[in-house]
């Protein structure tokens, strides 16, 4: 008698939000990762199961409020942390951000998904309403993109957590996360940003002398925050043997502006560009806000940073998740950022110093680690119960 073989075969749907390229750079990395492995996997906009026209006014409102008006989006998610009730099932907001219920469900009956894989809040609230409305409820995970616990975690429940850092395990048990729930993989970067071009040769590739230091700037795929007035400072005082990049993101008119008035030998500006890993690599001092992903990424290639406190909100906590650390440091003012930074372009052991704080902590491949982790949960979810036979249906199998 021949016994069933464990199926290792798995279909996942990995559902972003397309309010910045954070989110769906997660998806994407475990996109990748996924199919490397073989599996299939598709990646969607959780926002699109509203409708589309919906799903661009809201990314449209988001980023204008994001870019424009930071100080509305941390006021808003302080008051969201004081009070998680406003997300609770059945709340206006919650039926706002899950009206798309109906349509996902009939989007994972129809294409038979064995997992969802969530890399927003957003789309782990959808999947938990939609979990109501399946005859048979689908395993679904979420992969936390900040070094904290979101005030909508207590609303959503998923069969897995997957959280940067095991020292971040009690902020989601506070609200309601059973620790069996909880995976401390990592953030899941593209795997890019695992492999490191040397400094050197990063520098020529980017037609940048090594006797030339190398200050990267970047404030997230939208382009927030204090850019032009940090780019005006450094204009007036950063040393001759500094080059300065600016990548503006998405944030066009902020191109314009500053490619007009800026763009020589001694300071780059750039749009939405793909070669960040390289740009990594050949950076000696990396500028940016504090987002999730691409301070993540930065970690990953050991290259200390100085933080523009842009947004707040989420991205507090990440900022003083790695100055706690000593993997970066702040100030709260333009000439205080551009002091600091240039005190440490000229301070070799100082950066050193920081790089070898982000060198001696343990890092993982979080895509493999969490790959693995849905591959675990899925073998377990189609586990077939061992029967005990009698010795008559052992002979009559024979």
């Not at 809201?58 to 006021?75: A, M």
Request: proline content about 4%.
């Amino acid at each position: 008698m021949l016994l069933p073989m464990s199926d290792t075969s798995m279909k996942i749907l990995v559902l972003s939000c397309n309010t910045g390229e954070g989110h769906n750079s997660t998806a994407a990395a475990i996109k990748e990762v996924l199919e490397s492995h073989h599996q299939i996997c598709e990646q969607k906009d959780a926002l699109l199961f509203w409708s589309k026209r919906r799903s661009a006014s809201f990314c449209r409102q988001f980023v204008r409020i994001y870019r424009y008006f930071p100080k509305l989006f941390d006021i808003s998610y302080r008051y969201a942390e004081k009070h998680p009730a406003l997300f609770d099932s059945g709340s206006i907001l919650n039926r706002y951000v899950t009206r798309g219920a109906k349509k996902l469900q009939y989007f994972l009956e129809q294409n038979q998904y064995d997992m969802v894989v969530c890399t927003h809040m957003i789309s782990s609230l959808l999947v938990t309403r939609t979990q109501d409305l399946l005859a048979k409820p689908i395993p679904a995970c979420l992969i936390a993109t900040d070094y904290t616990c979101s005030p909508m975690v207590s609303n959503s429940d998923m069969d897995v957590y997957f959280i940067p850092d095991g020292s971040l395990a009690s902020e989601f048990t506070r609200q309601g996360i059973s620790k069996s729930k909880i995976v401390s993989d990592g953030i899941p970067v593209r795997k890019d940003f695992l492999v490191r071009t040397p400094k050197e040769n990063a520098k020529r590739l980017l037609n940048i002398s090594c006797n030339q230091k190398h200050l990267l700037m970047m404030c997230g795929s939208m382009g927030c925050g204090p850019i032009r007035k940090l780019v005006s400072e450094f204009a007036a005082t950063l040393p001759e043997d500094v080059v300065l990049t600016v990548i503006c993101g998405t944030n066009q008119r902020l191109y314009r502006i500053l490619k007009r008035a800026h763009d020589n030998a001694h300071i780059r500006i750039d749009g939405f560009v793909q070669n960040i890993s390289l740009l990594m690599d050949s950076a000696d001092l990396f500028l940016t806000k504090p987002g999730g992903i691409s301070v993540t990424e930065a970690y990953l290639k050991e290259l200390p940073m100085v933080f523009i406190n842009a947004v707040a909100g989420c991205e507090d906590h990440n900022l003083h998740y790695f100055i706690d650390r000593g993997m970066a440091q702040s100030a709260g003012s333009i000439k205080g950022i551009s002091e600091i930074c240039i005190s440490l372009l000229q301070d070799d052991k100082k950066r050193l110093e920081m790089a070898k704080k982000m060198h001696t902590t343990h890092k993982v491949n979080s895509a493999e680690q969490i790959y693995e982790s849905l591959l675990k949960l899925h073998k377990e979810e189609n586990a077939v119960p061992k029967k005990v036979c009698t010795a008559a249906e052992l002979l009559a199998a024979i």
